[in-house]
């Protein structure tokens, strides 16, 4: 053994690598374990499902076996994948308003206290109020069938955009605003370059909770106009496949619902941590 072999710079070395390699070993078995805990939980699920059905012989219309709501998936997708196109339009529409009028009534709020004194407590009134409360008023004030759902979902999505963009308006530091009005800077300018910016994480804290209220708004508002007969989206098939003890599709139609959701979520968490990575704390801290 050599004099270099007992060195404690190059003792402490060796542990120092053995101790970063151990970290990125742990770091990847979490990051695996991440995707696959759940995913074994989720399998392990489904095979008792599939099992206490079959061995106890339950009748689909009580209880389906998950395979048999699988293939009713595929069975009966031309007609469920209608049903979701309806309901993605009116959920996509919906969160498109609620992103327009939203950041638009926001910026006007920033500007003026006397605006946002005046009419921020009927936004919170709109957001308190249950949907179903207010779904027969629209029905009878509103004609069109898709103008009603579409109504409905907006009314949910609306408040977090709201709520969350104002927030970040008026969170701006106070030392940077006088530093623009020291520069001469014009409100447009000041709006511009320094309250948007600052309030881009918080608006799309918003819209990430506006994506999954915007689906569940387009949901509810079906189940509610599906009971008269007047709906075509998700909803109205779980409806109409409970009355006719249809249950595979019914919960063939809550996967899809369910698997909208998800996609929603994520679609709307990339582009938050896509816009944010380069030079927000919140996405930097995730990447180092």
């Known amino acids: 053994m050599s004099t270099a072999d007992l060195n404690p710079d190059t003792i402490s070395e060796e542990l ?87 950041v638009g009534l926001a910026v006007i709020f920033s500007q003026s206290r006397w605006v946002e004194m005046s009419l921020f407590p009927f936004a919170v009134v709109l957001q308190v109020t249950p949907i179903v409360a207010v779904f027969p008023l629209i029905n009878i004030y509103v004609d069109n069938q898709t103008a009603k759902l579409l109504l409905c979902a907006w009314i949910v999505a609306f408040f977090p955009v709201l709520a969350n963009t104002t927030l970040g308006l008026n969170s701006v530091d106070q030392n940077l605003r006088d530093l623009f009005k020291m520069n001469g800077a014009t409100r447009w300018q000041t709006l511009r370059r320094l309250e948007l910016p600052a309030a881009m994480p918080y608006f799309l804290g918003g819209l990430r909770i506006a994506g999954g209220l915007a689906l569940i708004g387009a949901v509810v508002a079906e189940f509610v106009a599906g009971a008269s007969g007047q709906s075509s989206g998700l909803a109205s098939q779980i409806i109409e496949s409970g009355y006719r003890l249809k249950i595979p599709r019914l919960f063939a139609a809550l996967i899809l619902i369910s698997a909208t959701g998800i996609m929603v979520y994520f679609t709307l968490t990339l582009i938050s941590h896509l816009a944010l990575r380069k030079w927000h704390e919140s996405a930097l801290s995730r990447e180092r």
């Not at 101790?19 to 990847?28: G, H």
Request: proline share 5%; net charge negative; hydrophobic share 60%.
């Open 16 to 102: 120092a690598d053995d101790e970063d390699l151990a970290r990125l070993r742990s770091e990847q078995l979490m990051r695996k374990a991440r995707w696959v805990l759940p995913v074994g939980v989720l399998a392990l699920a489904l095979g008792i499902w599939e099992l206490v059905c079959v061995i106890n012989q339950i009748e689909h219309y009580i209880l389906p076996r998950p395979s048999l709501v699988v293939w009713t998936l595929f069975a009966d997708w031309p007609l469920l994948f209608q049903a979701l196109l309806n309901t993605l339009k009116i959920m996509i529409l919906s969160l498109a308003l609620a992103v327009f009028g939203g």
